[in-house]
Each structure stands twice: as structure tokens, then as C-alpha cells.
């Protein structure tokens, strides 16, 4: 069932299930009001007729006659038994309405129970036993409301009338109310039927603020967009990062084992050799980050171990150093680092050391000079430990820095680099899993430095 639905029928049925209980309940306590003013009104002519026959016993029935006549509007349909103490009948009202269970409501009656009500089709019947005057009696009235009973079938009707009315009136306000409430959702709905992950780019929702709850719920869809759509190009550009990843390092092993075959040093050989084991090594590792990564990406958590950062850097420069032993790579600490607890954080120790691996390689390939300086410390405030990389080089402008992670983007200093614009890209991700953050600036011309802050452990 649709919520428009749903608020036209939960809402118009609860308001008329209430408003037909309480009109009811008017209904019910009248008509009981009703007959309890009646039979009052019964027993108070039973008791004038009990002190007048009492008064006047010598003339009693020709006065009672009288009376009868007299009193006879009184009541529409009305008849009257009077009894005496051993209940013998001593008058009885001329009317022709015959009470047929009188017998039955005398036998009942005596001086421990003096009163008697019950109804018989619309007539309201009441038994009484009296003591006037030393004597006692019994007396037993059936009569017909006609007012009362003309005044509940009116009160009836008006009933009625007032919940269809009124009815009528919820179900208008439930239409009206449902469209109201249910019209941004309508519209949401109908926007995400029109998405398209393959042509998003970069528009989301706008967001909703006619409700606290549609602001709230396009505000989640669309940090679920974010995400979906970030694993959705992981995914879509896989094979670039594969090609950015492997292809050099397999043509390298490809064309050292060319050489190697008609190669007769045997030094030149086993150097050779060795290059083609880190080479190899290095390959296995740039794969099984790719595959730790997509693991991620599949909804698996990722293996991490408190690691000591400087370490793992030491243990990168060491490598880098091989490649590169021309180029130097400085290492600071800032006077807030004042112990190892300053330098660890939880972490994959694999995906880290690729993370910096690949922004140290850049420093060495976009650098103008040999050097490369490495900074450690802390943020007491956010519990986090940030590490800044500066080199001395062309830096990225101002109108290319928002596009420096995105894939594919390659700035104005990288002519004449090797590459598909897809490790910052690689690195970028590596830290987000580690729930830290990267940003790059240039504080002065031909200075870069890229600041990386992981959360302590």
C-alpha cells in the first residue's frame, strides 16, 4: 500500500472510530438519563396517588377515579396497579394497557426490596413498595416516554448527521494532508529512479528541507551515493589501475629476461637476476594491495596492527634509496613528538607503506633538486599524527588542486612524466580506509608539500 494511502486510511479511520465512540457514548448516556428521569417521574406519581387514596380511603375509588381522569395526559399510554399491604389490588388506573408480567414484579416486592425496574419493548415499568402513614403498599407503573423517546430519535439523526458530516470533512483534510506528506517523497522517488551510477559524475540530491526527516534521509542517500559511486569507479577504472601498476614493472621483467638470454656474464647475470626478484616482489605486492583494496571495496574489513610510521618509512627510504641513491630523503620531528605512543597508529602495514611509497616516488620524479623532507607530529587536539612531505618543484596552480585525487587528472608539471594520473588517486583511498585524510598545498612557489593525519592508536 502506498504512504499516501496508508495516512488517508490510518488517519480518516482512527479520527472516525473516535468520533463514532464518542458520539455513541453521548448517545448511550442520554437515552440512560432518560429513563432514569422517567421512572423518576413515574415514581413520583406513584406516590402522589398512594396520599391521596390514602387521605381519602372512605371515598378512595370514586376519588381515585377522579384523579385518574384527571392525571390520565400525564403519561402517553400509561396504566397503574396499586396494591395494599397484603397485596390486594385496591386501584387500578383506567387506561386498557395490560401489564402482563405484574404478578411476576409483585411476587418480587416487599419491604426488603421496595424497588423494581425493567422494560418491555419501549414502556418503562417500575414496582415500588411505599409506607404512607403507617401503611403500606405497592404499586407498579408502565408508561411510554413519548417525549423522551421522540427526543432520542432526534438526538439520534442529529448524531448521525454530525459524523457523516464530520467524516467526510477527515477524509477531505486526510487527502489534502496525505498529498502534502507524501508529495516529497513522490518527488525523491521519482529523482532516484532517474539516477544513473554510469553517468552520475558528480551530482547528488539536492537536499530536501520541508522536513527535518527528508533532509535527514537525502542527506544519508547521498553519503550512500558517495560511497557506492567511489567503490563504482574503484571498480570501472580496475584495469587502469592494473595497467598503471603492473605494466611497467612486467615490461621491465620482460625485457631484462630478453637480455638475459643471450647474456654470457655470469656477474652481470646474477645482478640481473637479483633485479628481477625485487622487481617480482614488488609486483606481488602492488597486486595484493590491489586485492586488499577491492576487498574493501566488497564490504571486508581490512587486517591492521599498531604500526610505528617512522619505521615504516625508514623501511620504504631504505628501498627507494636503491633506486634512487642519488636523492636524499630528510627526516624531522617536531618538538610535540616526545615518545614512540606520538608515532603509532593502527594501520595496514602493506597498503601504508604504498600509500608513501607512492607520494616519496613522486617527490623524486617532479622534484627539482635531490631532496626530499619528511616531517613528524602530532594534533593533541584531534589525537591525530601528521606527517608532511615537501619537496622543492613546479607546483600544481590553484584551479587544478580540487582535481589533484581525481582519476585520470595529470597537472601541468607532470609533461614529460610516465603515468595514467591514477597514484593519487591509489593513495588517496589507502588513507581513507585508515579513516585519516590527505591535502596538498603549495606555500610558496615551486615548494609542494602534501600532508597526511591518521588517527592515533
Known amino acids: 500500500m502506498k504512504i499516501r494511502n496508508k495516512i488517508l486510511f490510518y488517519f480518516s479511520s482512527t479520527v472516525s472510530v473516535l468520533l463514532g465512540v464518542a458520539l455513541l457514548s453521548i448517545f448511550i448516556l442520554f437515552s440512560e438519563y432518560r429513563e432514569e428521569e422517567f421512572q423518576q417521574r413515574q415514581n413520583t406519581k406513584i406516590k402522589q396517588t398512594l396520599i391521596f387514596l390514602n387521605k381519602y380511603k372512605a371515598y378512595g375509588k370514586e376519588l381515585a377515579g377522579v384523579m385518574d381522569e384527571l392525571t390520565i395526559n400525564d403519561f402517553y399510554d400509561e396504566k397503574m396497579l396499586v396494591f395494599n399491604a397484603d397485596k390486594e389490588l385496591i386501584f387500578a388506573s383506567i387506561d386498557n394497557l395490560p401489564i402482563a408480567n405484574y404478578k411476576e414484579i409483585l411476587s418480587e416486592l416487599d419491604t426488603s426490596n421496595i424497588w423494581i425496574e425493567t422494560k418491555v419493548d419501549n414502556y418503562d415499568i417500575v414496582g415500588v413498595y411505599l409506607k404512607i402513614e403507617n401503611s403500606g403498599y405497592y404499586a407498579i407503573s408502565k408508561a411510554y416516554d413519548e417525549a423522551g423517546h421522540s427526543k432520542i430519535y ?4 442529529v448524531l448521525i448527521g454530525i459524523f457523516i458530516f464530520i467524516t467526510v470533512i477527515v477524509i477531505l483534510i486526510s487527502i489534502v494532508l496525505s498529498n502534502h506528506i507524501s508529495k516529497p517523497l513522490t518527488l525523491l522517488s521519482e529523482r532516484l529512479s532517474k539516477f544513473d551510477l554510469n553517468h ?52 621491465i621483467l620482460v ?49 591492521l596492527q599498531c604500526l610505528r610510521v617512522d619505521e615504516l618509512l625508514f623501511d620504504t627510504i631504505a628501498e627507494l634509496n636503491s633506486l634512487y641513491p642519488n636523492h636524499s630523503f630528510g627526516i624531522n620531528y617536531s618538538s610535540l613528538v616526545t615518545g614512540e605512543e606520538d608515532l603509532q597508529v593502527m594501520g595496514n602495514e602493506m597498503l601504508l607503506k604504498q600509500a608513501f611509497q607512492n607520494l616519496l616516488t613522486n617527490s623524486v620524479s617532479y622534484g627539482i633538486t635531490k631532496q626530499t623532507s619528511i616531517t613528524f607530529d602530532t594534533i593533541a587536539q584531534t589525537k591525530e599524527l601528521a606527517v608532511c612531505i615537501s619537496n622543492s618543484g613546479k607546483t600544481i596552480s590553484k584551479s587544478e588542486e580540487k582535481y589533484l585525487f581525481d582519476y585520470f587528472f595529470r597537472g601541468a608539471n607532470s609533461h614529460g612524466q610516465t603515468g595514467f594520473g591514477l597514484g593519487l588517486v591509489l593513495t588517496k583511498k589507502i588513507i581513507l580506509l585508515h579513516k585519516g585524510s590527505i591535502q596538498y598545498s603549495s606555500k610558496k612557489d615551486k615548494h609542494n608539500n602534501f600532508e597526511i593525519k591518521i588517527p592515533l592508536s
Open 200 to 251: 552520475l559524475g558528480g551530482s547528488f540530491l539536492k537536499t530536501d528541507k520541508s522536513s527535518y526527516e527528508l533532509e535527514l534521509l537525502t542527506e544519508r542517500f547521498n553519503a550512500l551515493l558517495k560511497k557506492t559511486n567511489e567503490a563504482f569507479l574503484f571498480q570501472k577504472h580496475v584495469v587502469n589501475h592494473i595497467s598503471h601498476e603492473l605494466k611497467t614493472p612486467i615490461s
Open 255 to 303: 625485457s631484462e629476461l630478453e637480455i638475459l638470454k643471450s647474456n654470457r656474464d655470469l656477474d652481470q647475470v646474477h645482478q640481473l637476476l637479483e633485479g628481477q626478484i625485487q622487481a617480482a616482489k614488488s609486483l606481488g605486492d602492488t597486486i595484493n594491495i590491489l586485492l586488499e583494496i577491492a576487498k574493501y571495496e566488497a564490504g571486508q574489513e581490512i587486517t
Open 154 to 157: 432526534f438526538l439520534g439523526n
